[in-house]
């Protein structure tokens, strides 16, 4: 998906899921193995590809139930998916696209101000606050970029409307 070959993205992430539910399944009779952790960190990379497929792609996120997963494992991915989108705003900046930027930005800062909002014991929501910390670090370097991009595009405006007003 960084390659925004979504379609090959989407082949991928259906295997994936099949490969997922073999997991759950092999696993079902074995509570120690299935709830070890392997399977939450599994749900939790596979809730962060579909996530950042559906930011990139600018379509509808899908929802837990859609992706049938825990709703911890679906929390730390979003916070996941959150983090990733900052290889997305400096890809967008590179290329000049300041408004793409500042789209997937406000994505960044909106999935955080719904994850901090959430508060309830780390046993229960599988490390979801060391999660959002790392995404609230992730999303003020963010911010210092997009901010120094935005400002260095309108001072290059300003030079350039100078220098046509002088020819």
């Known amino acids: 998906m ?14 994936a899921a ?12 074995h509570p120690d193995i299935h709830f070890g952790g ?18 990139v792609a600018h379509e509808p996120a899908p929802d837990i139930a859609a992706l049938g997963v ?5 929390l730390n991915g979003l916070a996941e998916a959150g983090s990733e989108l900052r290889r997305q705003v400096l890809d967008c900046l590179r290329r000049g696209d300041l408004d793409e930027a500042e789209a997937m930005f406000a994505v960044m ?6 994850l901090v909002t959430i508060d309830y014991p780390e046993a229960l929501t599988g490390g ?9 670090a992730v ?6 970029d997009v901010t120094n991009a935005i400002v260095s595009a309108r001072l290059q405006h300003a030079v350039d409307r100078h220098v046509a007003d002088d020819a």
């Open 38 to 55: 392997f399977l939450h960190d599994a749900q939790k990379e596979f809730v962060e590809a579909h996530l950042t497929l559906a930011y």
């Open 109 to 114: 800062d909106e999935v955080y101000s719904l």
């Open 128 to 136: 979801l606050r060391r999660s959002t910390d790392a995404l609230r």
């Open 70 to 74: 825990d709703v911890p494992a679906y």
């Open 18 to 29: 099949k490969l997922l539910d073999e997991a759950a399944d092999a696993t079902a009779a």
């Open 2 to 15: 960084h390659r925004r070959e979504f379609d090959a993205a989407r082949v991928q992430l259906e295997d």
């Open 139 to 144: 999303l003020e370097r963010t911010r210092g």
